[in-house]
């Protein structure tokens, strides 16, 4: 998911901090002295850019504390990202020197991340979520130098963000360092969160390398140029009914038997003390179907069914033809005898949004209200529609909220790029905010500093409340059971069959 929206943000809800500059901080490394800048009338913010979490990484090695620096060290500039493919996957950007924190206060900080390794000859994998841990135990260990609280650490991300910030709740390397987290359109429990065959694509990028495939492989990937093995690890944009995009997504984490003891769905119990947010937008599928079967985005070009069976075949092909039937038969159950164009469309993306996101979202909410202790649980679906629909526009006019479509608005781009946005987007960005930052604050998104427009019900094991996120949202937006007919095919229907086809 490196080029489809990774974000992984360190939320720190500071303490309000007396006076108009921290000037220099004291951490375990050394001093370090921001920039204070001037928000409004007696309004001032302290921000700390590019302060390192740990020494500059190894590749393919875990993450090493800073062996510090003498003096005070200026904090005012970004440091470079981390290694990464541009969005096109034509180049890269970044640099390998990347593991450094930027803090804001009173607001949040952020942290870089490097790609995850892959299952390499003497290397475990993980290294991106180790990363993140070690950036997270910094902040546990130092914020409260900045004004800030260790015991109230809120972790939120996106995408292979959310499916980071997932992890980062069940491995127990975390116990007791984060209070509360929220996953957004990525869950640990995604078909492509955790890559089941690492040796397969390591070879295939050292092959694509010039590198050996045997017991000398990770010596040379270690000393193959940064820029040329990032670009080696390009995904294919080339997508089918048969071979859908989704398969491709393989820089993900591995079960290592050290940050992921288990499978994922095994170590909710260390996450029952936290409070925990997860969601995805009602068309989160969308940027992945319109590759697999481009025609749901042409409005002058029908959809055949038989795209409908053939992406319901590769999603559901353990199961053969019994997977395919029942899957068939409930996703065209309502369909009538003459489906309509726009209907075939969406029930595409439908397929593609319950499949990748939406069902494995509502499974990890499940077992972690299951699990939990302390731990409170919340559900939400994102549904303002994308700007990008309608005539004249790329997108049909049917569209809803596509992938990453929630992050302008939880960021507030409405509010600090007016013009390109109408009231209602300024509207639901207000609501996202105040439902984040209040769940941050208390761990009750409905309790805090900000006003809310419709009480968020806690997600149970008897009761999967969840809340409709949308400008126009009232009580009527506060529901249950999401999408009950279609959860209850993927998690009890679809594994009861018997297996046909392995790899």
């Given at each position: 998911?490196?080029?489809?929206?990774i974000?992984?943000?360190?939320?720190?809800?500071?303490?309000?901090?007396?006076?108009?500059?921290?000037?220099?901080?004291?951490?375990?490394?050394?001093?370090?002295?921001?920039?204070?800048?001037?928000?409004?009338?007696?309004?001032?913010?302290?921000?700390?850019?590019?302060?390192?979490?740990?020494?500059?990484?190894?590749?393919?090695?875990?993450?090493?504390?800073?062996?510090?620096?003498?003096?005070?060290?200026?904090?005012?500039?970004?440091?470079?990202?981390?290694?990464?493919?541009?969005?096109?996957?034509?180049?890269?950007?970044?640099?390998?020197?990347?593991?450094?924190?930027?803090?804001?206060?009173?607001?949040?900080?952020?942290?870089?991340?490097?790609?995850?390794?892959?299952?390499?000859?003497?290397?475990?994998?993980?290294?991106?979520?180790?990363?993140?841990?070690?950036?997270?135990?910094?902040?546990?260990?130092?914020i409260?130098?900045?004004?800030?609280?260790?015991?109230?650490?809120?972790i939120?991300?996106?995408?292979?963000?959310?499916?980071?910030?997932?992890?980062?709740?069940?491995?127990?390397?975390?116990?007791?360092?984060?209070?509360?987290?929220i996953?957004?359109?990525?869950?640990?429990?995604?078909?492509?969160?955790?890559?089941?065959?690492?040796?397969?694509?390591?070879?295939?990028?050292a092959?694509?390398?010039?590198?050996?495939?045997?017991?000398?492989?990770?010596?040379?990937?270690?000393?193959?140029?940064?820029?040329?093995?990032?670009?080696?690890?390009?995904?294919?944009l080339?997508?089918?009914?048969?071979?859908?995009?989704?398969?491709?997504?393989?820089?993900?984490?591995?079960?290592?038997?050290?940050?992921?003891?288990?499978?994922?769905?095994?170590?909710?119990?260390?996450?029952?003390?936290?409070?925990?947010?997860?969601?995805?937008?009602?068309?989160?599928?969308?940027?992945?179907?319109?590759?697999?079967?481009?025609?749901?985005?042409?409005?002058?070009?029908?959809?055949?069914?038989?795209?409908?069976k053939?992406?319901?075949?590769?999603?559901?092909?353990?199961?053969?033809?019994?997977?395919?039937?029942?899957?068939?038969y409930?996703?065209?159950?309502?369909?009538?005898?003459?489906?309509?164009g726009?209907?075939?469309?969406?029930?595409?993306?439908?397929?593609g949004?319950?499949?990748?996101f939406?069902?494995?979202?509502?499974?990890?909410?499940?077992?972690?209200?299951?699990?939990?202790?302390?731990g409170?649980?919340?559900?939400?679906?994102?549904?303002?529609?994308?700007?990008?629909g309608?005539?004249?526009?790329?997108?049909?006019?049917?569209?809803?909220?596509?992938?990453a479509?929630?992050?302008?608005?939880?960021?507030?781009?409405?509010?600090?790029?007016?013009?390109?946005?109408?009231?209602?987007?300024?509207?639901?960005?207000?609501?996202?905010?105040?439902?984040?930052?209040?769940?941050?604050?208390?761990?009750?998104?409905?309790?805090?500093?900000?006003?809310?427009?419709?009480?968020?019900?806690?997600?149970?094991?008897?009761?999967?409340?969840?809340?409709?996120?949308?400008?126009?949202?009232?009580?009527?937006?506060?529901?249950?059971?999401l999408?009950?007919?279609?959860?209850?095919?993927w998690?009890?229907?679809?594994?009861?069959?018997p297996?046909?086809?392995?790899?």
């Amino acid at each position: 998911m490196a080029n489809l929206g990774i974000l992984v943000a360190v939320a720190l809800f500071l303490e309000t901090v007396s006076g108009a500059s921290l000037g220099v901080v004291e951490t375990e490394g050394g001093k370090v002295e921001g920039e204070n800048i001037r928000l409004g009338f007696r309004r001032h913010m302290d921000v700390f850019r590019g302060v390192p979490f740990a020494d500059i990484p190894g590749r393919f090695q875990k993450p090493k504390p800073h062996p510090g620096w003498d003096g005070v060290m200026k904090t005012t500039e970004f440091k470079k990202r981390c290694l990464q493919l541009n969005l096109l996957m034509t180049d890269t950007r970044g640099s390998e020197d990347c593991l450094y924190l930027n803090i804001w206060v009173p607001h949040f900080g952020s942290v870089a991340r490097r790609q995850q390794g892959q299952d390499f000859p003497s290397s475990s994998g993980n290294y991106g979520l180790w990363d993140q841990q070690a950036a997270i135990a910094w902040v546990h260990r130092n914020i409260r130098s900045f004004g800030g609280d260790p015991d109230n650490i809120t972790i939120f991300g996106e995408s292979a963000g959310g499916a980071s910030v997932s992890f980062q709740t069940l491995t127990p390397h975390n116990k007791g360092l984060i209070r509360r987290a929220i996953s957004q359109s990525g869950v640990a429990l995604c078909p492509w969160a955790v890559n089941r065959n690492p040796r397969r694509f390591a070879e295939e990028v050292a092959l694509k390398v010039a590198c050996p495939t045997d017991e000398r492989m990770a010596a040379c990937l270690k000393m193959t140029d940064p820029v040329r093995l990032t670009l080696a690890g390009t995904l294919s944009l080339a997508g089918s009914p048969d071979h859908p995009l989704v398969d491709n997504l393989v820089l993900s984490p591995v079960i290592d038997g050290d940050f992921l003891p288990d499978e994922p769905y095994n170590l909710f119990h260390n996450a029952a003390d936290i409070d925990y947010i997860a969601g995805v937008n009602d068309m989160d599928g969308h940027i992945f179907t319109g590759v697999d079967v481009p025609s749901v985005n042409t409005p002058l070009v029908d959809t055949p069914v038989e795209d409908v069976k053939r992406l319901l075949a590769s999603y559901t092909k353990d199961k053969g033809k019994p997977g395919l039937d029942n899957a068939y038969y409930v996703y065209t159950a309502t369909w009538g005898s003459k489906p309509s164009g726009e209907t075939i469309k969406k029930t595409i993306v439908d397929i593609g949004t319950d499949y990748i996101f939406l069902v494995p979202t509502q499974s990890a909410l499940y077992l972690h209200a299951s699990a939990a202790r302390t731990g409170r649980t919340y559900s939400y679906v994102f549904s303002q529609p994308n700007r990008m629909g309608g005539i004249g526009r790329p997108y049909p006019g049917w569209m809803g909220a596509d992938h990453a479509d929630d992050l302008q608005y939880v960021f507030g781009k409405p509010f600090t790029t007016p013009l390109g946005y109408w009231p209602r987007h300024r509207d639901v960005s207000g609501y996202m905010i105040a439902y984040w930052t209040n769940f941050a604050r208390t761990g009750d998104p409905n309790k805090g500093e900000s006003s809310v427009p419709v009480t968020w019900q806690r997600f149970t094991s008897s009761e999967h409340q969840y809340l409709e996120i949308n400008s126009n949202m009232d009580k009527n937006y506060a529901s249950e059971r999401l999408r009950l007919r279609y959860v209850h095919f993927w998690t009890s229907v679809l594994p009861s069959l018997p297996t046909v086809v392995s790899e």
